[in-house]
């Protein structure tokens, strides 16, 4: 299975500062048809995930422009350019590209 | 508005059954390739199980293959997972989730609570 290491396990970011969060994976996520299947799920206090980022660096529909998505083959980063109170949770990268689907353990975004 | 309610979760004791069911509404059901994804107690996602948007072809996760069954009704937009056998690990919220391909999740629902206990 391939397995996906996050860091840091926990993320202190000041308002209004920038934060971002690493994704490795044990083995390339490049698929054969040349897609790359990696996403970033933010979940809030008490909610269920919500889909921030598909395919490395796509942002969904709603979204903020201050989340995006980079990296390439083992290597992935999420970046939130200002932290925002709302933005306090926990984020999880996943890829799609390999059977098993795998997360990473997350990481816990929150306030100092 | 895209909606995926789950349904069954319940308490049960070690090596009881129980369904869940995964309606879906304001999508094309039928065009969306569906899975389940837990979260035990405290602790990060785990993927479960996947079926394409026409059940023909299904996946999974090793620590459930055997004992967990997938299984949709399109006319019915109505998403299953038949789990029998169950153990304490099992305790869990099971989350039911859409996409547009087998490998994709897009939207999650709000989850059911499964507990294996005695």
């Known amino acids: 299975d391939v397995v996906m290491t996050q860091s840091p396990l926990s993320l202190p970011v000041t308002l209004g500062q920038p934060a971002s969060i690493s994704c490795r994976s044990s083995q390339s996520l490049v698929h054969s048809d040349g897609n790359t299947y990696l996403n970033w799920f933010q979940q809030r206090p008490g909610q269920s995930p919500r889909r921030l980022i598909y395919k490395v660096s796509n942002r969904d529909s709603g979204v903020p422009d201050r989340f995006s998505g980079s990296g390439s083959g083992t290597d992935f980063t999420l970046r939130i350019s200002r932290v925002e109170a709302e933005d306090v949770g926990v984020y999880y990268c996943?890829?799609?590209?390999?059977?098993?689907?795998?997360f990473g353990g997350g990481t816990k975004v929150e306030i100092k | 508005e895209v909606q995926l309610v789950e349904s069954g979760g319940d308490l049960v004791q070690p090596g009881g059954s129980l369904r869940l069911s995964c309606e879906g509404s304001g999508f094309t059901f039928s065009s969306y390739a569906m899975t389940w994804v837990r979260q035990a107690p405290g602790t990060g996602l785990e993927w479960v199980s996947s079926?394409?948007?026409?059940?023909?072809?299904?996946y999974y996760a090793d620590s459930v293959k055997g004992r967990f069954t997938v299984s949709r009704d399109n006319s019915k937009n109505t998403l299953y997972l038949q789990m029998n056998s169950l153990r304490v690990e099992d305790t869990a919220l099971y989350y039911c989730a859409k996409g547009k391909w087998l490998r994709d999740i897009d939207y999650w629902g709000q989850g059911t609570l499964v507990t294996v206990s005695s």
């Open positions: 079926t394409s948007d026409s059940g023909g072809t299904t």
């Open positions: 996943m890829q799609g590209t390999h059977w098993p689907l795998t």
